[in-house]
């Protein structure tokens, strides 16, 4: 709210250790968007955790599908509710965000979404690793794209920042959970601020 009354741009780092809740502060975020400032169609929760995307699209689609069922059949409602409209309805907030990283690098244009939820950001690559993670895998893409020497981080904020108004990140940080080569942790995203977008305002 703060972020859209005074046209700011805001990143929100909540850390936590595994089980603390993070997850559910982004789905919450996401889902009961009115007490936030969001609206429908500009903020989403992204995470490069493939399994998890699946399991919550489907728990979240189920869960629409039962609400507006009850919704209808108490003449609420009066639209009969179907599992493609609550397919779509929770495909739009739940994201998998390596296609959102290549989307943003094939245009220059702001992404619809003007609240973003990062779940697991301390393991975005750094600009090694997703350099030559994306090399290795652009023979696979049947629309392939610019391959960028950036940090994931960097590119988040990169796409965010064309929005020329208001922008919020909200990065879900657990601490010491950096597993794998190149991911950055934390300290990639205080790399990017620091580097180039002193001009966010930081909670953590």
Request: aromatic share 10%.
């Amino acid at each position: 709210k703060s972020a859209k009354e005074n046209k700011k741009k805001i990143v929100c780092f909540v850390t936590g250790v595994p089980g603390a809740g993070k997850t559910l502060v982004g789905l919450n975020i996401v889902h009961e968007k009115n007490q936030f400032g969001g609206e429908e169609i500009n903020t989403a929760y992204f995470s490069g955790n493939g399994p998890l995307i699946n399991v919550l699209k489907e728990a979240l689609t189920r869960d629409h599908f039962e609400r507006q069922a009850n919704l209808y059949k108490l003449n609420r409602d009066f639209k009969k509710p179907s599992k493609k409209d609550s397919i779509r309805e929770v495909k739009s907030k739940i994201q998998n965000l390596y296609h959102f990283i290549k989307e943003g690098i094939r245009t220059t244009s702001p992404p619809n979404e003007k609240i973003v939820v990062f779940d697991e950001a301390q393991r975005c690559w750094d600009a090694i690793q997703f350099f030559n993670k994306t090399k290795q895998n652009q023979n696979r893409e049947k629309n392939p794209f610019e391959i960028q020497n950036k940090s994931e981080a960097e590119l988040l904020f990169e796409f965010m920042d064309r929005h020329k108004d208001w922008a919020v990140i909200i990065a879900l940080v657990g601490g010491g959970q950096e597993i794998n080569t190149g991911e950055g942790g934390i300290a990639e995203w205080g790399k990017a601020i620091s580097n180039k977008f002193k001009h966010w305002e930081i909670h953590i």
